[in-house]
């Protein structure tokens, strides 16, 4: 057995023992470019079952939070389907029985909840345990504390081949029994809508997404309920929300011919910052693909994406998939700007112009990963006022000067302008975080600052006087004008080149406990390209195992460059 395959096995208080004990006794000893490499295999990454993936079908024994069980293998599925497929297996076995049930509004996104008569229990127990039995399902209890027994939940794990990912008791059918009183039915524990079912209530069918948000937001199936589930309470998010990709593939030949051009004619840049045109800034270890599987896996309720290029498509997109329109920087910038442009600052200014663009979206970096189920509550207000995620770093409060970073000179540029136009002075970063945006609040800083971007948009590479609208301008003035609210998510982010990064992700791997992670890459040096590629082969594909609707079966073998013009836009909201 080799040293990783062993490590990978070894139970996991053993694991962080020894990677703390070389961190601090063994890594200030050795070379910082040999760091990375000796912390890899210290804290190898992937599933344990690894070197043997189970076959579709089989039952293995995997670890979870909820400890070791049994789960079926699959060889693809999302939260969004076990949750549905759970559901579906509970109300088929209660229709078959004859128990009276209607669907209520779950406590947590992931899961679903149907209520019963209480009068049934033993029935629906029976029901229950020979539905888990006959197909290595099982049952938990889950109610509130002194009530354990008056809530079950019933699920059927599965997981993907190597065993990584579990989708299992989070994604359970809670199975609630509802007490007769004279006041009518008395739930078990609080839900979203109402703890009391009046008598007489009428039986009524609603749409999935009067019961969460954790849905397609064209879901039509129809579940039976009580009337009191289908009215629409005062939090609910009912505005369409679309998410906006930007990326670059900097290892194509033809855009680094048309970046040493560019570089020709901006003598500058080599002057100002080396981070302004760093390699690092282009690298594409396919991030895109998993941050758009952990999309398609955790945010079932987005209604489209656009993905924001220099004509260039990755090889396994699947550019015809209906919920997906490719933009070229040439739709976007029009008669203004420069281009070619690698001024990811300048591109972020013009993304609100995206043709049938929804008001409300998400802008993500291609480094920006989801962690977990989220709901759009977590970026807006039913109201739509956008929700921002100040970092715990700050703006240094010296003036601009050209020892500074391109990020921060665009960070003290937005403070001039928001300290001008207010009289406050912002002293925080944003988090590397999704960004909710709304395109009228974009347009109408573009419209009261347009002098800033439009420098901002002429710049073919990050320049000292540029703005950073997207990731930390539009947050301060929406914020200031009424528009937004702070929000809170929880959060992780790692700089691939840090030594400590291969623990932060296994332990990122153990407890999947973060909203959204930053896997983010500063300044790599040439030695450290390859043990940072193979670190990210080794955690995304564990983290996220299961293709997305984006991915082609077989990919492009030559991604062909887009039309102008060729801009297919989404239904109408």
């Known amino acids: 057995m080799t040293l990783r395959r062993l490590l ?7 694991r962080r023992r020894i990677f703390q004990a070389a961190e601090n006794r063994v890594l200030p000893r050795i070379a910082p470019e040999r760091r990375l490499r000796l912390t890899r295999a210290l804290m190898p990454l992937g599933p344990a079952r690894r070197d043997n993936p189970a076959a579709a079908g089989r039952v293995i024994r995997v670890r979870t939070p909820h400890g070791r069980l049994g789960a079926r293998v699959v060889t693809t599925t999302s939260p969004a389907e076990v949750r549905r497929a759970n559901l579906d297996r509970v109300t088929a076995a209660l229709d078959q029985a004859g128990v009276d049930w209607f669907r209520v509004p779950a406590t947590e996104p992931g899961r679903t909840a149907v ?15 020979g539905a888990a039995d006959r197909d290595r399902g099982m049952l938990r209890r889950s109610g509130p504390k002194g009530r354990e027994d008056r809530v079950v939940a019933a699920c059927w794990p599965v997981a993907d081949p190597g065993g990584s990912l579990v989708l299992g008791p989070d994604h359970a059918c809670d199975v609630e029994f509802w007490r007769p009183e004279s006041r009518g039915l008395v739930a078990p524990r609080r839900n979203p809508v109402a703890d009391v079912v009046p008598p007489g209530e009428p039986v ?70 080396g981070q302004a045109a760093n ?84 802008y993500l970096n291609d480094d920006v990963i989801l962690g977990r189920p989220v709901t759009p509550d977590l970026f807006f207000t039913a109201g739509g006022l956008t929700k ?22 665009a960070a003290k540029n937005n403070r001039r302008l928001i300290e001008k136009t207010f009289g406050r002075v912002l002293t925080r970063k944003m988090m590397h975080a999704p960004h909710p945006s709304r395109r009228s609040v974009l347009e109408e800083i573009e419209e009261r600052f347009a002098e800033p971007l439009r420098s901002t948009a002429e710049h073919q590479f990050r320049h000292p006087d540029d703005v950073s609208l997207l990731s930390s301008l539009q947050q301060y003035y929406a914020y200031l004008t009424g528009l ?18 291969p623990f932060r992700l296994a332990r990122l791997l153990r407890s999947r406990n973060v909203d959204a992670f930053c ?52 239904p109408a909201a």
Not at 115 to 126: F, G, K, N, S, Y
Not at 401 to 409: I, L, N, T, Y
Not at 484 to 501: N, Q, S
């Open 8 to 14: 990978r096995q070894t139970p996991w208080p053993i």
């Open 115 to 129: 209520a019963v008569p209480e009068t049934d229990r033993d029935l629906v127990m029976r029901i229950l345990a």
């Open 204 to 273: 009524v069918t609603a749409p999935e997404p009067a019961f969460g948000a954790f849905c397609a937001p064209d879901d039509t199936t129809a579940w039976r309920t009580r009337r009191i589930f289908t009215a629409v309470s005062p939090e609910r998010i009912g505005f369409p929300i679309d998410v906006v990709y930007t990326w670059v593939d900097g290892s194509d030949p033809a855009w680094q011919r048309r970046k040493a051009r560019a570089l020709a004619e901006n003598p500058w840049v080599g002057e100002i910052n």
């Open 279 to 362: 390699d690092s800034r282009w690298i594409s270890r396919d991030e895109l693909r998993y941050s758009m599987r952990a999309l398609h896996c955790f945010a079932p309720w987005v209604r489209h994406v656009y993905l924001v290029t220099d004509d260039q498509t990755p090889s396994w997109l699947d550019r015809n998939h209906p919920r997906l329109t490719v933009v070229s920087h040439r739709e976007i910038f029009g008669d203004s700007g420069r281009l070619p442009t690698f001024n990811s600052q300048a591109i972020e200014s013009k993304l609100h112009r995206i043709p049938g663009l929804a008001e409300h979206f998400l």
């Open 388 to 409: 921002f995620f100040p970092s715990a770093a700050q703006v240094d409060l010296a003036p601009r000067g050209p020892a500074d970073r391109p990020a921060d000179s």
């Open 484 to 501: 937004a609210t702070p929000g809170v998510l929880r959060y992780k982010y790692t700089d691939l080149a840090d030594p400590v990064t």
């Open 519 to 570: 896997l983010n890459d500063v300044d790599t040096g040439d030695a450290a390209v390859a043990e940072q590629a193979a670190l990210l082969a080794d955690f995304l594909p564990a983290y996220l195992p299961f293709a997305s609707p984006f991915e082609l079966r077989v990919p492009h073998l030559i991604a062909p460059r887009q039309p102008a013009g060729a801009l297919a836009l989404p």
